[in-house]
């Protein structure tokens, strides 16, 4: 029976082209504004580390200005000091720990054509691969002693070695990079999660790094970085020196504890750590730190904030709209086959199975307007991409999920503007239009 249903619902459609359009269309710009904006917060709010979501941990070190403390004693520095990240490096409860900010510059290679461009780089500790997964295609990390020491080794993302050497295995090869030479040891797959929750000072949606460089590289290189630096006291800076030892925050943290037993010993580290701090004149508000999952750590960066949701919310409301003009055209399309369904009824047909096959006519128009629908979603999220230059690309795109979804929501909405439509019409008493005919 159904496919009888969707033949007379063709049928239908084609004998009244222009109301047919119109209802198609208040369905598809309704699902076409609604989708857009669900699918930004969809994208946007994805835990690309969710697989570790259970192990992984972004660390605060509550390091402030003291006269803060009674105002907002929750809020602490996203990022922690050099001079805390170094102590904090030498810790060996973590399974795996990082330390990292974003710098760049300008990358060159000897006797090549290639001009020099400006590349992302990641200065961070050893464990960066391991701890964020992060698979290897050739070689492997630097040493160890490269986290505290001057040792001028590189890892190259997947694109950037096939820029500088077309993709192969480049592992002992030289780059140079802000003027220093830089020896490869390894080529990485490109990893651009998106948000980007191991950073999300510097762009939560910007891309990654394209290579990867030592931690132990700052004092010889005189490393400033390229992400957010933030202070609560003035100070005399008069060397690069000073500025390491400075209270400004400007490095992120992360460490990896895989069990709750290893949890606690590192609460305990970090409570020592602070306690010592302290007797020497540091950590003046009340002993505090924070060690937040990925999926925490997304929700207290406010990456998906309440405009956002608000934005949900509207588009939905137009959606609403949309469906009521949707009723009153499926109304008056079907009134006009009162008495088309007053025979019907007089032969036999049943209330439910007229009812039944409105509601299927319905459903095919919210087929049509859910395809165009996505028609509308894709272009308005190339508009996006268009308008933010770039920095929406990783999020303004749509996956087959929220497809099938806008299908879904339109199939959905279109059955739901023709529940009173379709059972008005089977209501219909057949004797009125049988005296008509």
Request: net charge negative.
């Amino acid at each position: 029976m159904i496919g009888y249903y969707i033949s007379l619902a063709l049928r239908s459609l084609r004998r009244t082209p222009i109301l047919s359009a119109l209802m198609v269309a208040a369905i598809a710009v309704g699902v076409g504004a609604a989708m857009t904006t669900l699918t930004l917060n969809y994208m946007m709010s994805r835990n690309a580390l969710a697989d570790k979501d259970d192990v992984l941990y972004a660390v605060q070190l509550d390091n402030w200005d003291p006269h803060e403390a009674a105002d907002n004693p929750s809020e602490m520095p996203w990022e922690i000091t050099y001079k805390d990240a170094i102590s904090l490096l030498r810790s060996d409860i973590p399974t795996y720990q990082v330390a990292m900010h974003r710098w760049g510059g300008p990358i060159t290679l000897e006797d090549s054509t290639l001009r020099p461009y400006t590349a992302q780089a990641r200065v961070t500790s050893r464990d960066f691969f391991a701890l964020f997964d992060v698979s290897f295609v050739y070689g492997g990390t630097w040493a160890g002693e490269a986290d505290n020491n001057a040792v001028f080794q590189v890892v190259l993302n997947k694109s950037t070695n096939e820029k500088l050497f077309n993709g192969e295995n480049s592992v002992g090869r030289t780059i140079n990079f802000n003027g220093a030479p830089f020896t490869v040891v390894g080529v990485v797959e490109d990893w651009h999660p998106s948000p980007k929750v191991h950073d999300l000072n510097n762009g939560d949606f910007m891309k990654s790094a394209d290579i990867y460089i030592p931690f132990g590289l700052h004092r010889v290189l005189e490393i400033q970085t390229w992400g957010n630096t933030n202070g609560w006291k003035p100070e005399k800076i008069e060397s690069y020196e000073d500025g390491l030892g400075a209270e400004y925050v400007w490095v992120q943290y992360w460490v990896q504890l895989d069990s709750a037993e290893q949890r606690q010993r590192y609460e305990d580290f970090l409570t020592g750590f602070i306690q010592e701090q302290k007797s020497q004149g540091r950590f003046p508000r009340p002993l505090k730190f924070g060690l937040s999952k990925p999926s925490e750590w997304l929700v207290l960066n406010e990456v998906v904030d309440g405009d956002d949701r608000m934005l949900n919310w509207l588009s939905l409301a137009f959606l609403l709209v949309c469906l009521v003009n949707a009723v009153a055209l499926l109304l008056a399309k079907f009134l006009r086959k009162a008495p088309e369904t007053g025979v019907r009824r007089a032969l036999g047909a049943s209330r439910s199975a007229v009812f039944s096959q409105h509601l299927v006519e319905s459903g095919c128009i919210g087929l049509a307007g859910g395809l165009i629908g996505i028609l509308l979603t894709l272009a308005g999220l190339a508009l996006i991409r268009q308008l933010s230059m770039g920095y929406m690309d990783s999020v303004a795109s749509m996956d087959w999920l929220m497809m099938l979804s806008a299908i879904g929501l339109a199939i959905l909405s279109s059955l739901l503007a023709g529940l009173y439509p379709a059972w008005r019409i089977s209501r219909t008493n057949p004797s009125i239009y049988l005296k008509t005919q």
